[in-house]
C-alpha cells in the first residue's frame, strides 16, 4: 500500500513564474490537506479538500493560491507569480474520512525555491 | 495564537539518557498527536491520544495528556543516535473541520553518540 506521493521532491522557479505541486492520497482515502512549512518552523494548515470540493481553505492565502482535488487525478496546489516569500516545504497528508481522531498521513514534501 | 507549542525549542543529550519534551496548547482539542521530522523528510506519526486518555505508550515512547493544563508530554527513553530529528506536538481541535491538524513549532532533539 504506497503512502501518499508527493511531485516534485524539489522545484526551482523564477519569480513570477507559477509552481504546480501534486499530490496522491494513499489508496482508500478521499480526504487531502495541504500544509506549509517555513524553514525552522511548523507546519501550517492551507486547506483541506475531499473529492471534487474544497472543505477548509482558511489558511490560504486570498491571491495567488488555489488547490483542487478532482474525480481523477491527484490534488494540485497551484501557485501563480510565486515570491521569494513562497519559498518553503508543502506537505500533503490525507485521511480515510473527515471524522476527528483519524490518523493522517503525510507525503514526504515538495521543496519550493523561489529565485 | 499558536495552538501547540513545544518547549524547549532544541535538546541535546547524550545516547542513552531519556528525553522529554512538552508541548502547551489553547483550544479544547479531540485529540493530539505527535510527529518526528529528519532533516528534509517528511512527518512521521508516532502517536496518537485521545482527549480522554491520560497516557499512552508505544516502545521507547511514553505520552501524557493533561487536559486540565492544556498540556502534553512525550518521553523517549534509552535514546539513541537514529532520534536525532525534529518532533512536533499536533492538535485536532474540537472547532475545526476534519482531521484538520495544529502544529507547534517543534522540538530539535539531538542525541550524541
Known amino acids: 500500500n504506497a503512502g501518499v506521493m508527493q511531485n516534485p521532491r524539489h522545484l526551482v522557479r523564477r519569480r513570477g513564474q507559477e509552481a504546480r505541486l501534486r499530490c496522491s492520497p494513499m489508496k482508500g482515502h478521499s480526504h487531502v490537506y495541504w500544509y506549509r512549512q517555513l524553514p525552522e518552523e511548523g507546519l501550517k494548515f492551507m486547506v483541506y479538500?475531499?473529492?471534487?470540493?474544497?472543505?477548509?481553505e482558511s489558511g490560504m492565502p486570498k491571491e495567488r493560491f488555489s488547490a483542487e482535488f478532482p474525480k481523477e487525478g491527484p490534488s494540485i496546489l497551484r501557485i501563480q507569480q510565486v515570491v521569494r516569500g513562497d519559498s518553503a516545504a508543502y506537505f500533503c497528508?490525507?485521511?480515510?474520512?473527515?471524522?476527528?481522531?483519524?490518523?493522517?498521513?503525510f507525503g514526504e514534501g515538495s521543496w519550493l525555491t523561489v529565485v | 495564537s499558536q495552538q501547540g507549542e513545544e518547549d524547549p525549542q532544541a535538546l541535546s543529550i547524550q545516547e542513552g539518557e531519556n528525553a522529554t519534551m512538552n508541548c502547551s496548547y489553547k483550544?479544547?482539542?479531540?485529540?493530539l498527536q505527535w510527529y518526528r521530522q529528519n532533516s528534509g523528510r517528511g512527518l512521521v506519526h508516532l502517536i496518537l491520544i485521545r482527549s480522554n486518555e491520560r497516557e499512552k505508550h508505544s516502545g521507547r515512547l511514553r505520552v501524557t495528556l493533561d487536559t486540565s493544563k492544556k498540556s502534553s508530554s512525550l518521553l523517549i527513553t534509552a535514546s539513541r543516535a537514529a532520534d536525532t530529528a525534529s518532533y512536533f506536538c499536533?492538535?485536532?481541535?474540537?472547532?475545526?473541520?476534519?482531521?484538520?491538524?495544529?502544529f507547534g513549532e517543534g522540538t530539535q532533539l539531538t542525541v550524541n553518540p
Open positions: 479538500l475531499q473529492k471534487e470540493n474544497i472543505i477548509d
Open positions: 483550544t479544547s482539542i479531540n485529540n
Open positions: 497528508a490525507s485521511s480515510p474520512s473527515g471524522l476527528t481522531g483519524n490518523t493522517i498521513y
Open positions: 499536533a492538535t485536532d481541535a474540537k472547532e475545526t473541520s476534519g482531521s484538520r491538524l495544529t
